[in-house]
């Protein structure tokens, strides 16, 4: 009996339309990354629910194996891009160190997470038009981080070596900023990144030095 061997390809290893039959592309490296910048534009410009994982695969010229090896579900990918924004106030938080905390040193924090938001707006607005999809996420992994960026925020605002009136200004500056560019997303949608980060930062200095 004649026993016949096959090669086993990788879900992630996926040819693209026109290749030969029976070769196997090389891995790429990025495709998770690319199945999230896909889906990033899918959910934020038809909707969570109105996107399928079909349509993900189709336009990244995929299967669906090779997202599923990524990603266990549609949901899997949305949390993934969740957790994009937590990284903005982790690495924020992660860049005062220990250095005793002022306000200028604070500004200077917001400063850079003006650049990281405004340079990722399109996760600002995946969240304002997909609330009801982002309430429903529930992870270990997801609550441990909020958790984690919330307390080291309340340590920072909680720090009596800082005078009271210097933390009131630093916490209302963090909703200033989230307001501005979270919550309020579509209003500026036409606003240059430029134009929108200057006048952040003139109303943070506001809010900051009076």
């Known amino acids: ?101 002022t306000l200028e040193l604070w500004r200077e924090m917001l400063d850079a997470l003006v650049d990281q938001m405004l340079a990722q707006r399109k996760i600002l607005l995946l969240h304002q038009r997909n609330e009801a999809a982002l309430e429903k996420l529930h992870s270990r992994a997801h609550e441990a981080e909020h958790d984690d960026i919330q307390n080291r925020l309340r340590l920072v605002l909680g720090d009596p070596a800082i005078p009271v009136g210097d933390r009131v200004r630093m916490a209302a500056s963090v909703g200033v900023l989230f307001s501005g560019l979270f919550l309020a997303g579509d209003a500026f949608a036409g606003s240059s990144e430029q134009e929108l980060g200057t006048l952040l930062r003139e109303v943070l200095r506001d809010v900051l030095h009076g």
């Open 1 to 101: 009996m004649t026993q016949s061997h096959t090669t086993q390809q990788r879900p992630d290893a996926v040819g693209q339309a026109g290749g030969g039959v029976g070769q196997v592309a090389e891995p790429r490296p990025d495709t998770r990354q690319r199945i999230l910048d896909v889906a990033l534009d899918l959910f934020t410009e038809q909707g969570y629910d109105g996107t399928s994982l079909r349509e993900i695969a189709e336009k990244l010229g995929v299967t669906k194996a090779a997202l599923y090896y990524h990603f266990e579900s549609k949901e899997d990918i949305l949390q993934a891009l969740h957790m994009r924004l937590h990284d903005f106030g982790r690495d924020a938080l992660v860049q005062l160190g220990d250095r005793p905390v």
